[in-house]
Nanobody
Framework: QVQLVESGGGVVEPGGSLTLSCVGSGFAPGVNLNYYPIGWFRQAPGKQREGVACIKNSDDSTYIADSVKGRFTVSRDHAKNTVYLRLDSLKPEDTALYYC??????????????????WGQGTQVTVSS
């Protein structure tokens, strides 16, 4: 069973930055995270889950949600089998639990749909002065 683990969350002041990481395990032999498109999602208390970014496995092209465009970037380090979400110019409204997700059939598109089977446990990002 594929397992995803996010890390890198924390408490930052408005205007600050964080880099979140997503790593995986439990893949089939010869397979690693680089074979999968990865989506990043967030959920704040009392709010619906929101897709913020994704990166394809075919060419590492990315989609960024309009709500965070220009502030968040997603990237992949193939050597480290890790996907990153860089959060810059953070605002209090970015406070949420951030997740990475994927599965064998999930596709990275502009829609950032959350219909994926594999999810991490999330990493908390709190933006507060």
């Amino acid at each position: 069973q594929v397992q995803l683990v996010e890390s890198g969350g924390g408490v930052v002041e408005p205007g600050g930055s964080l880099t979140l990481s997503c790593v995986g395990s439990g893949f089939a032999p010869g397979v690693n995270l680089n074979y999968y498109p990865i989506g990043w999602f967030r959920q704040a208390p009392g709010k619906q889950r929101e897709g913020v970014a994704c990166i394809k496995n075919s060419d590492d092209s990315t989609y960024i949600a309009d709500s965070v465009k220009g502030r968040f970037t997603v990237s992949r380090d193939h050597a480290k089998n890790t996907v990153y979400l860089r959060l810059d110019s953070l605002k209090p409204e970015d406070t949420a639990l951030y997740y990475c997700a994927t599965d064998n059939n999930w596709i990275c598109t502009r829609r950032l749909n959350s219909n994926a089977d594999y999810w991490g446990q999330g990493t908390q990002v709190t933006v507060s002065s």
